[in-house]
């Protein structure tokens, strides 16, 4: 009997066989036949995240102060945490076009897949405010992010940038060599989210998200704060790129798992 002389079909790159325990989705990033998955991953917890963030502004008003302001700040932490925790594996739980955008730019991430990232995360943002106005009625103008009262908008925009840049500059440390703490990054992200909102919240209402604050003034038409919550995050997103470099240096095979779906990196 003869010996077959065909020859295996080639692999893609960086693609390995998944052991018993990973799918063979999560190996191969680059395999567009699983995109449709990823995206999906993306829209569902960019919904959750701005589901439980806005949704606890909105019932504090139609509640009459039945989730205090403190709370508020909590709850966007905590969601980021489930959120990481559920679809980390899948897509790498961006959840927010500022974290994708950081990728890309520490080339952790390719940059022809973030588009989609983006709208997936965008149809999320705006679907869970869609709903909450569904639920609860047009209250609290939709949850639209604003300067506190009596501060100004560059403050505004500078207190976003600054907590943009820490929230970037935690997400992209967790995710890099001997940093990478695993799907524990969600304790890391989560935590910084919680402290950010309780100091900051009352002056920018720490968004750090640009379709967070994008979607309910889609929905409620308030356009005037916009910029705020668009530019300072992606400033604060590029400086948290810069320190990278000076910190760690080249990005990591760690970090490129982590940033596409890794499970024990994300």
Known sequence: ??????????????????????????RDPHGQKY????????????FLLVLSGVGAAMVDVKRHG??????????PGLAIMFVIYTIGGVSGAHVNPVTTFSYA????????????????????????????????????????????????????????LLLTFGLITVTLATASGTNNVGPNAAIARGGYIVVAGLWAGPISDASMNPVRSFAPALASNQWSHVWIYLLGPLAGGALAFGVAWILRGPPTLAANEASQGEPTAQ
């Open 1 to 26: 009997m003869g010996v077959s002389t065909r020859s295996k079909k080639p692999r893609r790159p960086n693609y390995r066989e998944p052991n018993e325990t990973e799918t063979p989705w999560i």
């Open 35 to 46: 995109e449709l998955r990823r995206l999906f991953a993306e829209a569902l917890g960019t």
């Open 66 to 75: 039945d989730v205090p302001f403190d709370v508020q700040m909590i709850v």
């Open 105 to 160: 730019l520490r080339r952790n991430f390719p940059w022809r897949r973030v588009p989609g990232y983006l709208f997936a995360q965008s149809v999320g943002a705006i679907s869970a405010v869609e709903l909450l106005r569904a639920l609860l009625g047009h209250v609290d103008e939709l949850g639209v992010s604003l300067p506190g009262h009596g501060v100004s908008g560059l403050t505004a925009f500078y207190v976003e």
